[in-house]
């Protein structure tokens, strides 16, 4: 369980939850029906719930805030400040296991998921082969055998031979007798060596086996770890096309914020002609006035120390940053004071609450809610301060102001709120003091944080190290400038300091009050009030989110893989664009779009309007017609130059999908969303699958609200988000890391539940193993292309090799059990010997297509084409063997009567004056056709030597690198002509006429067989350079179709 004052993160629910009557900070995914909740102010709901005692009337949704009701202010007391007591956090009932809803959405949606690439591609195969060349075959051998029957053709056998036997030989090679077993092997196969990627590999290679072994069968019956059954490694990681991300702080980025920029004002020696202009200056005032000494504003910027890549330690850029020590030390430490002390960070964040939820509520549209500056808290120590530097201080107050903005609001009648302003959240005015004590002094001190415009109008004075200088408009501007321009890309935080030299009134502790926009005179002199004038400014400190280099790392990694990341971010544009170029994407012109709707359209059958209250709108909008009219050119004259350098994409996510239709693909190709929600972002992952992406998501482990995205994208990777760092430790160790023996079994248990959809979970420092597991699946899924693409083409072979020994009045060249080996035992052997071929680096360099439901007919064509040249010929030469093979026994038959056997002579010739191939010459067909199953087997093998390296040609990569293939090349062989002796041996008939030898086949047959096997390398050689050109040539245009990212508005 975590410390109830961690900085909150969104990437991992945390819950105040009543457990044993002792408040702990539990996961939300642990959180069970009857649990009593501490929701604070500003918080959204978890799940649902219900409020106790007299609050249980209110019933929460999920993600929604609670308000706190309070009577409004009189108009009486609006011109005066009134302090108020600190909203308390409010306590809920849960009424429904958000883990119920996990699991239930789990079994709902988990076979919901796209089919694979590759399960696309074998459907669409065995579509094609059941609904065209099996049932063709099927049509075209019972009508030519059925004529040679009728016709009485020489060499035809019985009828049931003919007419039932024949045919099914000739389409035995085209059903899945094997294949599907076959392919759930290679599928596990493929699994299993995805998976051991990610644990370390033991060096003996019993071991390895051994390893292998025991994944593979815990694969086999559900017992892995994985999903491997319902969203496979293999299939979706090997053809993924965009890696997507949907959380930020610590995942993408440290959890916390790092120091980036320091402001602050320091005593510097003016030049020549700054003397000058002062001196001048001096002799037109007057005499008596005091001249300003000569002070700047200075800027220190900060930045990750790179000899720590796994930690956020930040450093000084400039390494004379000493000689501004001494402006620097109060800033370091009021920092130091208001943050490295558990009490005082307790009380700040209790503030922050309160703050945040006046930040919501009280305006519109609702400012930035307040978060504590945690990860300021190394600078202290950078600045040279140490833990104990805070031991003599003793905190004694807070409270906490803010102010309203003055922008109008867009509710009200006749104003129109420019878009620029409707779209950015503002910072919100605030300003938190704390009084603490000196114990040895006996001093009090006021130190103030908050923002820039809220602290300068409590300050009339500046710090420039060694003395007070009077604050002028010129400063203030400076500063507020630099604050906002901060503001827009990060966070930043202005710091004041005040000696209070009487004691303060005990009723403002612990308070908030509302300042007016503008104090007065009198409002100075308010008791409430009073304590937080007249303050010293001691500087401005800006931070932001920083990449982690890790994270740096696999998205260039992704990028040479030709692997879009896509970052979905829930925060504004400018601040997303800024952590996106950190991370090296690209957010110039067209890659940007925001999916929040610019309206949300109304249903009009809901919407009743009676005739008067028509009227009086009517004429209420005529009064104030012309005003808002005024306001909004304006507006359009001052945002014209920008809206002409925008770029035209779609806005909104109801917006994408016409865009994508009617204009351009780019909605496609940019890496940033923008203003995110979840169901945003699952609508467009649907969308990116509906046009082909195979989409993997990234996200956090202990986000519960992750789960609708991880069970809509291909495969989902769950990683375990960073820690953030607790300042009230003083070191740098992560709060996690110190608690690991007491939280790690919850802390585990929740990241199983939040990540029930994905196929694995990573570690917080495994995500370099993401770049591994794709270069893996990548790597098997192109053997298994290979593998069953070979196993396709010998099937074709021998489907082939039938119907034309038919179309060619010849006897069977293959029997029963000679298609059953081939098709059954030899082929896929030799097939998957393939998946041994050693990893390939360009593997990562060449993009993977998109997840096409059909299968074009340009590819259809080339196959065909391809496979016509590799094995037509092959084919002739098989049935020319087996004809002179045949003539040859003819002959040793009737060798009294030599014409009988001229090849012409079997066109003309009946069947009572042709050798009985099915009857006393039976012994003849069958060596002629054991011959030509051994002749098929070898032409296979030979055939297979380009097929083991796809890549490149024969010369350049060795085949026999793939150890597997080089064993079935050896083994296959001897394993045949065992089977085909013994089957002899055993199934010898004794009653035919005429016994033949293998002494009996003419070395012709042989001849032709054997020398035929070097033009065979050379012609598959040569097709396989033609389609390594063609391939070249496809990924070529699919690598420039990944990098251009413009549409058809663009400029250029």
């Known amino acids: 369980m975590e410390d109830l004052f961690v900085p909150s993160l969104p990437a991992v629910s945390l819950q105040w939850t009543y457990r044993d009557g002792r408040l702990v900070n539990l996961p939300v995914s642990l959180l069970v029906e009857g649990d009593i909740i501490s929701l604070r102010p500003g918080s959204e709901a978890p799940t649902e719930l219900r409020g106790i005692q007299e609050e249980e009337h209110v019933v929460l949704s999920r993600s929604d805030v609670f308000s706190h009701v309070s009577s409004p202010p009189s108009r009486l007391d609006q011109e005066r400040s009134r302090p108020h007591r600190l909203l308390q956090p409010q306590l809920f009932r849960v009424t429904r296991t958000p883990a119920l809803e996990v699991v239930q959405r789990c079994l709902e949606l988990s076979q919901h998921r796209p089919v694979s690439v590759l399960d696309n591609e074998r459907f669409t195969v065995q579509t094609l082969l059941e609904r065209g060349p099996a049932l063709l075959t099927l049509v075209v051998l019972l009508v030519m055998n059925m004529l040679r029957y009728v016709l009485g053709a020489p060499g035809v056998g019985p009828w049931h031979v003919t007419l039932l036997q024949l045919p099914v030989n000739g389409i035995l090679p085209l059903l899945p007798l094997t294949f599907p077993l076959l392919w759930l092997l290679v599928g596990i196969y493929g699994e299993v060596r995805v998976l051991l990627q990610m644990d370390p590999q033991p060096k003996a290679l019993w071991e390895v086996w051994k390893l292998m072994c025991g994944t593979f069968f815990s694969?086999?019956?559900?017992?892995?770890?994985?999903?491997?059954?319902?969203?496979?490694?293999?299939?979706?990681?090997?053809?993924?096309?965009?890696?997507?991300?949907?959380?930020?702080?610590?995942?993408?980025?440290?959890?916390?914020?790092?120091?980036?920029?320091?402001?602050?004002?320091?005593?510097?020696?003016?030049?020549?002609?700054?003397?000058?202009?002062?001196?001048?200056?001096?002799?037109?005032?007057?005499?008596?006035?005091?001249?300003?000494?000569?002070?700047?504003?200075?800027?220190?910027?900060?930045?990750?120390?790179?000899?720590?890549?796994?930690?956020?330690?930040?450093?000084?850029?400039?390494?004379?940053?000493?000689?501004?020590?001494?402006?620097?030390?109060?800033?370091?430490?009021?920092?130091?004071?208001?943050?490295?002390?558990?009490?005082?960070?307790?009380?700040?964040?209790?503030?922050?609450?309160?703050?945040?939820?006046?930040?919501?509520?009280?305006?519109?549209?609702?400012?930035?809610?307040?978060?504590?500056?945690?990860?300021?808290?190394?600078?202290?120590?950078?600045?040279?301060?140490?833990?104990?530097?805070?031991?003599?201080?003793?905190?004694?107050?807070?409270?906490?102001?803010?102010?309203?903005?003055?922008?109008?609001?867009?509710?009200?009648?006749?104003?129109?709120?420019?878009?620029?302003?409707?779209?950015?959240?503002?910072?919100?005015?605030?300003?938190?003091?704390?009084?603490?004590?000196?114990?040895?002094?006996?001093?009090?001190?006021?130190?103030?944080?908050?923002?820039?415009?809220?602290?300068?109008?409590?300050?009339?004075?500046?710090?420039?190290?060694?003395?007070?200088?009077?604050?002028?408009?010129?400063?203030?501007?400076?500063?507020?400038?630099?604050?906002?321009?901060?503001?827009?890309?990060?966070?930043?935080?202005?710091?004041?300091?005040?000696?209070?030299?009487?004691?303060?009134?005990?009723?403002?502790?612990?308070?908030?009050?509302?300042?007016?926009?503008?104090?007065?005179?009198?409002?100075?002199?308010?008791?409430?009030?009073?304590?937080?004038?007249?303050?010293?400014?001691?500087?401005?400190?800006?931070?932001?989110?920083?990449?982690?280099?890790?994270?740096?790392?696999?998205?260039?990694?992704?990028?040479?893989a030709c692997i879009r990341f896509v970052y979905f971010s829930n925060e504004e544009e400018v601040r997303s664009k800024v952590f996106a170029e950190k991370m090296g994407l690209e957010t110039g012109w067209n890659c940007h779009i925001s999916l929040q709707s610019e309206c949300f359209p109304l249903d009009p059958e809901n919407i009743h309007i009676t005739e008067r209250e028509e009227e009086e709108s009517h004429l209420i909008g005529e009064c104030v017609r012309e005003e808002a009219e005024s306001r909004l050119m304006e507006h359009e004259s001052a945002c014209l130059i920008e809206d002409l350098n925008r770029a035209k994409l779609p806005k909104g996510i109801e917006n994408v999908r016409p865009h994508l239709e009617n204009i351009d693909n780019v909605p496609l190709l940019v890496p940033l969303f923008t203003d995110c929600t979840s169901q945003t972002e699952c609508e467009m992952v649907c969308i990116m699958q509906e046009y082909g992406e195979v989409v993997c998501c990234l996200g956090s482990s202990q986000n519960i609200n992750n789960n609708a995205i991880f069970l809509q994208s291909d495969i989902s990777i769950a990683l375990e988000p960073l820690a953030p760092m607790c300042c009230p430790s003083g070191n740098d160790i992560h709060p996690r890391t110190r608690s690991e023996s007491s939280a790690v079994s919850l802390s585990r248990l929740s990241g199983a539940i939040c990540g029930l959809a994905c196929t694995v979970q990573l570690h917080r420092q495994d995500n370099n193993l993401v770049i591994s597991l794709i270069r893996q699946a990548r790597h098997t899924t192109a053997g298994i292309r290979k593998c069953f693409l070979f196993l396709l083409q010998c099937q074709l072979s021998l489907v082939l090799i039938q119907i034309l020994a038919f179309m060619c009045q010849l006897p069977p060249p293959l029997a029963t059990?000679?298609?059953?080996?081939?098709?059954?035992?030899?082929?896929?052997?030799?097939?998957?010997?393939?998946?041994?071929?050693?990893?390939?680096?360009?593997?990562?360099?060449?993009?993977?297509?998109?997840?096409?439901?059909?299968?074009?007919?340009?590819?259809?064509?080339?196959?065909?084409?391809?496979?016509?040249?590799?094995?037509?010929?092959?084919?002739?030469?098989?049935?020319?063997?087996?004809?002179?093979?045949?003539?040859?026994?003819?002959?040793?038959?009737?060798?009294?009567?030599?014409?009988?056997?001229?090849?012409?002579?079997?066109?003309?010739?009946?069947?009572?004056?042709?050798?009985?191939?099915?009857?006393?010459?039976?012994?003849?067909?069958?060596?002629?056709?054991?011959?030509?199953?051994?002749?098929?087997?070898?032409?296979?093998?030979?055939?297979?030597?380009?097929?083991?390296?796809?890549?490149?040609?024969?010369?350049?990569?060795?085949?026999?690198?793939?150890?597997?293939?080089?064993?079935?090349?050896?083994?296959?062989?001897?394993?045949?002509?065992?089977?085909?002796?013994?089957?002899?041996?055993?199934?010898?008939?004794?009653?035919?006429?005429?016994?033949?030898?293998?002494?009996?086949?003419?070395?012709?047959?042989?001849?032709?067989g054997i020398l035929w096997l070097l033009p065979l390398v050379f012609i598959n050689e040569g097709i396989k350079l033609h389609e390594i050109r063609m391939r070249v040539r496809y990924q070529k245009r699919q690598k420039l179709q990944f990098d251009t990212k413009l549409g058809m508005n663009s400029p250029f």
């Open 219 to 560: 694969v086999l019956f559900g017992r892995s770890s994985a999903l491997c059954h319902t969203a496979s490694l293999l299939h979706n990681l090997g053809s993924v096309t965009v890696l997507c991300c949907v959380d930020k702080q610590g995942i993408l980025s440290w959890p916390s914020p790092n120091p980036e920029k320091i402001l602050f004002f320091s005593k510097t020696l003016p030049s020549e002609g700054a003397n000058q202009k002062q001196k001048d200056r001096e002799n037109m005032n007057d005499e008596s006035a005091k001249p300003r000494p000569f002070c700047g504003l200075e800027t220190l910027s900060l930045s990750l120390d790179r000899a720590h890549f796994d930690d956020t330690r930040v450093q000084f850029d400039d390494m004379r940053w000493e000689r501004h020590a001494r402006s620097l030390h109060p800033l370091g430490l009021a920092i130091q004071l208001l943050l490295g002390d558990a009490a005082m960070a307790t009380r700040v964040l209790r503030l922050s609450d309160h703050l945040s939820h006046a930040a919501l509520l009280r305006t519109r549209p609702p400012c930035q809610p307040v978060r504590p500056p945690w990860g300021l808290c190394q600078l202290p120590k950078i600045l040279g301060f140490s833990p104990l530097a805070r031991e003599p201080f003793q905190q004694r107050m807070s409270v906490a102001a803010y102010t309203l903005p003055t922008i109008p609001c867009s509710g009200e009648p006749g104003v129109i709120a420019p878009p620029s302003v409707s779209m950015r959240r503002l910072p919100f005015s605030h300003l938190i003091a704390l009084l603490v004590h000196h114990a040895h002094t006996g001093d009090f001190q006021l130190f103030s944080y908050g923002s820039a415009d809220a602290v300068l109008s409590a300050c009339s004075e500046f710090w420039n190290g060694e003395d007070l200088q009077m604050l002028t408009d010129s400063d203030r501007k400076k500063v507020v400038d630099f604050y906002q321009r901060s503001c827009m890309a990060g966070q930043c935080v202005a710091v004041s300091f005040k000696p209070l030299l009487q004691p303060h009134d005990p009723d403002i502790d612990g308070t908030c009050v509302e300042l007016p926009a503008s104090l007065s005179d009198e409002d100075a002199e308010d008791v409430f009030l009073s304590p937080l004038k007249q303050q010293v400014f001691l500087g401005l400190v800006s931070s932001q989110y920083q990449a982690r280099p890790d994270m740096v790392r696999l998205i260039s990694g992704l990028d040479s």
């Open 817 to 1008: 059990s000679d298609v059953l080996l081939l098709s059954c035992c030899y082929y896929p052997m030799l097939s998957v010997s393939l998946l041994g071929k050693p990893s390939d680096s360009s593997i990562m360099k060449v993009p993977t297509g998109k997840n096409l439901r059909f299968l074009p007919k340009k590819t259809l064509r080339y196959f065909v084409l391809c496979y016509s040249v590799k094995f037509g010929l092959t084919v002739c030469v098989y049935l020319t063997c087996f004809g002179l093979l045949l003539h040859a026994f003819c002959l040793n038959i009737n060798h009294e009567d030599g014409k009988l056997c001229h090849p012409t002579a079997l066109l003309m010739n009946s069947s009572a004056w042709s050798p009985d191939w099915y009857g006393k010459h039976s012994d003849g067909l069958s060596l002629g056709q054991k011959v030509i199953a051994l002749l098929s087997l070898v032409y296979a093998m030979c055939t297979s030597v380009s097929h083991v390296h796809r890549s490149a040609p024969l010369w350049k990569q060795n085949p026999l690198s793939n150890h597997s293939w080089c064993a079935v090349i050896c083994t296959l062989p001897i394993l045949s002509v065992s089977i085909a002796t013994g089957s002899r041996l055993l199934w010898h008939d004794p009653t035919p006429h005429r016994i033949f030898y293998i002494s009996d086949v003419p070395p012709v047959t042989w001849l032709l």
